[in-house]
């Protein structure tokens, strides 16, 4: 699609020594005017040359000068624009104004951030220019109980009050953002048409300052806004097995249930020289084939040279066997679920990386188990909010961690990121990434020459990386 001639118009007048709507007063840890704070917001986004402040006040627009953006002259004071029409106020701002789509940026909203506008021009293409609304605004979705002076609005006020839940949803506008091409505005002289597109930001992007109560909870919520920015910003992608859980137990008792070396779990032993000749082994494991190989190594007493052992593709056997390990593991998930999920161990201090979890909502995890039980065994040991994972559907849809981790970087414009590995060569295949640091974690499924567990350091790199 051809690149959109968007501009940013920023309306601001000034209606004396009152706080209402105030871009003037000074705002976060710099106390920048709150214009100011806004256009640097914008020009994050957009090219100065298509920012414009719009005023009759000399001082908004000597700032907007002093950030190299474009001034619009309005002759018409806060008073006179009050009483008259405000679509002609917009009318009179557009016309002097030659882009193709205007987005009408509240100053007053400062954490309306650098992520909403950008997903708001994103959703504007996709949405009206591709689809069939006309035009977009900030909202707020709103699920409460209304009234107004003749009653209750939404909802009945009686013994058969609606659960908050099942209400149909309102819609506050927030003033934060409308985007509509210029010449429809022009055409109806107004910035909303008919079938407006509404853009939900949360609560927090859609406050408003007009008046001082409005001021004083944003600059309270400022350090909130502050850590979800940063948030926004970095991403901290980890493996599952082999970093936070390990899994080998489980697949050893899969596998020997497979073979029929073991009928039941009750049967499974752990602590035998041929599982310990197993897990020796698991570092060099990838597809669950592989198991198949490694069981007839250790039969044939090669499980030391099994490097060399393990061909570069399954034979048939090996297929049939993967096969029946996947079913096997589905009839005992189905009917044995508690035991099963006990079989794969947290790493001794990985309750860390749990905690990181709960207290960062930018983590995410890539792996190639399935997600219910990642999450199931992340519940288990205290897991206490939702957390993205990117499970084996994702991997068969890229084909490899690293096409996913690109493509989530880039969708999601991360500044930085971190993806943590105890697979060297799945390391190896991400080296490519851009803004992406890669660390192994090397107490996991790793050469036993090259173990080490480093986990401390891993996980104090990522406190100092998210905080």
Not at 141 to 165: P, T
Not at 188 to 213: C, H, M, R, S, W
Not at 378 to 405: H, P, T, V, W
Request: hydrophobic share 40%.
């Amino acid at each position: 699609m051809k690149e959109l001639d968007v501009c940013a118009v920023i309306p601001v007048q000034q209606g004396g020594n009152d706080l209402i709507r105030n871009a003037l007063v000074p705002f976060g840890e710099d106390s920048l005017p709150l214009i100011v704070w806004k256009i640097r917001q914008l020009k994050n986004i957009f090219q100065s040359n298509k920012i414009y402040v719009s005023s009759n006040s000399k001082d908004i627009l000597l700032l907007g000068e002093q950030e190299g953006i474009n001034t619009h002259f309005r002759e018409k004071s806060l008073k006179e624009e009050n009483e008259g029409c405000f679509g002609d106020v917009i009318t009179s701002v557009v016309r002097e104004i030659s882009h193709d789509h205007i987005a009408w940026v509240s100053p007053v909203n400062p954490f309306m951030s650098e992520y909403d506008y950008r997903n708001a021009l994103e959703a504007y293409e996709e949405k009206i220019i591709a689809g069939s609304y006309d035009s977009l605004m900030a909202v707020n979705k709103v699920l409460d109980y209304f009234w107004n002076d003749e009653g209750s609005i939404n909802y009945h006020a009686n013994k058969s009050q609606e659960l908050r839940s099942k209400l149909a949803p309102t819609y506050r506008v927030t003033n934060g953002l409308f985007l509509r091409d210029r010449a429809a505005i022009l055409n109806e002289g107004y910035f909303l048409g008919e079938k407006p597109y509404k853009y939900e930001v949360t609560k927090l992007a859609g406050l408003d300052i007009n008046a001082q109560d409005d001021l004083d909870v944003a600059i309270s919520l400022s350090s909130l806004f502050k850590k979800q920015e940063n948030e926004k910003n970095k991403v901290v992608f980890l493996d599952f097995d082999g970093v936070i859980f390990d899994s080998v137990i489980e697949a050893y008792a899969m596998a020997l249930l497979t073979t029929g070396k073991i009928k039941t779990l009750n049967e499974f032993d752990i602590d035998t020289e041929h599982a310990k000749r197993f897990v020796a082994q698991r570092y060099l494991v990838g597809p669950a084939w592989n198991y198949y190989y490694l069981l007839k190594a250790i039969e044939d007493n090669h499980d030391l040279e099994f490097s060399d052992y393990l061909p570069s593709e399954a034979g048939i056997d090996a297929k049939e066997f993967q096969g029946a390990f996947f079913a096997t593991r589905q009839v005992i998930r189905n009917n044995f679920w508690d035991k099963w999920l006990s079989l794969n161990q947290l790493y001794d201090g990985s309750d860390q990386f749990i905690d990181l979890i709960n207290k960062n909502k930018n983590i995410v995890i890539v792996t190639t188990k399935d997600a219910e039980t990642v999450k199931a065994l992340l519940d288990n040991y205290g897991l206490k909010r939702a957390i993205d994972i990117y499970d084996a559907k994702s991997y068969e849809q890229f084909g490899c961690k690293s096409y996913f981790m690109d493509d989530y970087i880039k969708r999601n414009k991360i500044q930085s990121s971190i993806f943590i590995d105890d697979s060297i060569g799945q390391l190896e295949k991400c080296k490519w990434v851009k803004s992406l640091q890669l660390h192994q974690a090397r107490w996991g499924y790793v050469h036993p020459n090259e173990y080490l567990d480093n986990k401390q350091d891993i996980i104090n790199l990522l406190n100092s990386e998210l905080n």
